[in-house]
């Protein structure tokens, strides 16, 4: 009950294209859902994060989607740049455990 | 204002010795949380300390230990180590009162041979 499935495991986009990345969890205890965003040889620098008490945040280009009913969140990433190309993790946890459970990541590429 | 710092950056080890790993956590961030990354898959949970005290653990055996200093850094000890304990240990940390929150540091990179 404690897992968050991602998909795609692997994403390609072209430059000024929306990049779209989908999590589901199944433990609605849960009420924090932050995105991370990971290079190679670097630590995870977060991104985004919400909150189950609005169903949707947006931070310049990238936008976070919930449906709580649904169980699921996303990441929209609007007008993909090359710079965004990396690993992008979502992850939840819950007030009085805040340990973070992650997706198993997706490896997004913008081509030219 | 320097972020999470974490050292060594890069660690070689032989089967059955043992680790330590230490993380400086950001300014004004009391809490903080260990993970292990293996290549290709999201970090998985170690512990956090808040306090100087152990206050969460994930799935992870008592070769695998931890101390919280009083001023807030930590380290994180393996024991008897496994080749299946290569991984990039992560560190991070989080504001007074929004442990959820959490920022990483680089990570150290630990090779077992």
């Known amino acids: 009950q404690q897992q968050v499935k991602q998909s795609p495991q692997s994403l390609i986009v072209q430059k000024g294209g929306i990049s779209i990345i989908n999590c589901a969890y199944e433990?609605?205890?849960?009420?924090?859902f932050p995105w991370y965003q990971q290079f190679p040889g670097k630590g995870p620098a977060l991104l985004i994060a919400?909150?189950?008490?609005?169903s949707e945040k947006k931070e310049g280009r990238f936008t976070i989607s919930f449906n709580k009913s649904a169980k699921q969140f996303s990441l929209h990433i609007m007008d993909s740049q090359p710079g965004d190309s990396a690993t992008y993790f979502c992850?939840?946890?819950?007030?009085?455990?805040?340990?973070?459970?992650f997706g198993t990541g997706t490896r997004l590429t913008i081509i030219p | 204002d320097a972020g999470v710092t974490q050292s060594p950056t890069h660690l070689i080890k032989t089967r059955g010795q043992q680790v330590t790993l230490r993380c400086s956590p950001k300014?004004?961030?009391?809490?903080v949380s260990w993970y292990q990354q293996a290549l290709g898959q999201g970090p998985q949970f170690i512990f956090q300390?808040?306090?100087?005290?152990?206050?969460q653990r994930g799935n992870f055996p008592d070769r695998f230990s931890g101390h919280q200093f009083p001023n807030y850094s930590s380290e994180l000890n393996v024991n008897a180590l496994l080749l299946g304990d290569s991984a990039l240990y992560l560190c991070?940390?989080?504001?007074?009162?929004?442990?959820?929150?959490?920022?990483f540091g680089p990570g150290t990179r630990l090779t077992v041979t």
């Open positions: 991070a940390s989080s504001p007074t009162g929004l442990a959820y929150e959490q920022y």
């Open positions: 433990n609605t205890a849960f009420d924090y």
């Open positions: 919400i909150r189950p008490d609005v």
């Open positions: 992850a939840a946890s819950f007030i009085g455990n805040e340990k973070l459970t």
């Open positions: 300014s004004g961030h009391d809490t």
């Open positions: 300390y808040y306090e100087e005290e152990e206050r």
